[in-house]
């Protein structure tokens, strides 16, 4: 059974850098036709994905948050890491790591963490 826990404070002030880490149990990061990403919900909104990290470090960010955002990895303790500078109240959200699996002309998200709130103080 794949489970994604992530962590990580959930406060954070403006401008500061937010760091959150998401552990991964269940199946290795570095396995081949999987992706590794952060999706967020501000309050009252949809969706947003941020990014991902592939299973051989590569990363691709929306483009939209790319200038703030930073996703890397530590596979000795099956883990990834999203970085989001200057962060404002808009990035309050809940803030999810998310594996995708990866098929010929699709991709699914299949198993999510439980989320974790972050709310942005100005």
């Known amino acids: 059974q794949v489970q994604l826990q992530e962590s990580g404070p959930g406060l954070v002030k403006s401008s500061q850098t937010l760091s959150l880490t998401c552990t991964v149990s269940?199946?290795?990061?570095?396995?081949?036709?999987?992706?590794w990403s952060w999706i967020r919900q501000p309050p009252g909104k949809g969706l947003e994905w941020m990014g991902f990290?592939?299973?051989?470090?590569?990363?691709g960010y929306s483009p939209s948050l790319k200038s703030r955002t930073s996703i890397s990895r530590d596979t000795s303790k099956n883990q990834f890491t999203l970085q989001l500078n200057s962060v404002t109240p808009e990035d309050t959200a809940v803030y999810y790591c998310?594996?995708?699996?990866?098929?010929?002309?699709?991709?699914?998200?299949?198993?999510w963490g439980q989320g974790t709130q972050v709310a942005v103080s100005s």
């Open positions: 269940g199946d290795s990061i570095t396995t081949n036709l999987y992706c």
């Open positions: 990290i592939s299973s051989s470090g590569n990363t």
């Open positions: 998310v594996r995708i699996r990866l098929g010929t002309g699709y991709s699914e998200y299949d198993y």
